[in-house]
Nanobody
Framework: QVQLVESGGGLVQAGGSLRLSCAAS????????MGWLRQAPGKEREFVAR???????SYADSVKGRFTITKDNAKNTVYLQMNSLKPEDTGVYYC???????????WGQGTQVTVSS
């Protein structure tokens, strides 16, 4: 069974940075694409970034050039480095596995990111 545990969320001022981590159960990263989605209050969940088993990446247009998704297979961990944060980046960020866009098989519980203006 795939388990995903996020960490690293918090409160940051606009223009600041945060790094989210997602600890996955063993071997998950070797077999599944991994990703990050987010959900702002009153809005639908939206795709943020994805990294395939090959390490190929893709991003939502709204975060391109500011966010970077990486993974460490040895540590079974996926990261989302978020720079130049904006208030509209505020939301609950979910680590996900095995899927694409907004359709994923496995979900973490989420971590809150709040960007103040």
């Amino acid at each position: 069974q795939v388990q995903l545990v996020e960490s690293g969320g918090g409160l940051v001022q606009a223009g600041g940075s945060l790094r989210l981590s997602c600890a996955a159960s063993e071997r998950t990263l070797r077999y599944y694409a991994m990703g990050w989605l987010r959900q702002a209050p009153g809005k639908e969940r939206e795709f943020v970034a994805r990294i395939r088993w090959s390490s190929a990446t893709s991003y939502a247009d709204s975060v391109k050039g500011r966010f970077t998704i990486t993974k460490d297979n040895a540590k079974n961990t996926v990261y989302l480095q978020m720079n130049s944060l904006k208030p509209e980046d505020t939301g609950v960020y979910y680590c996900v596995a095995d899927g694409r866009e907004t359709t994923w098989e496995y979900w973490g519980q989420g971590t809150q990111v709040t960007v103040s203006s």
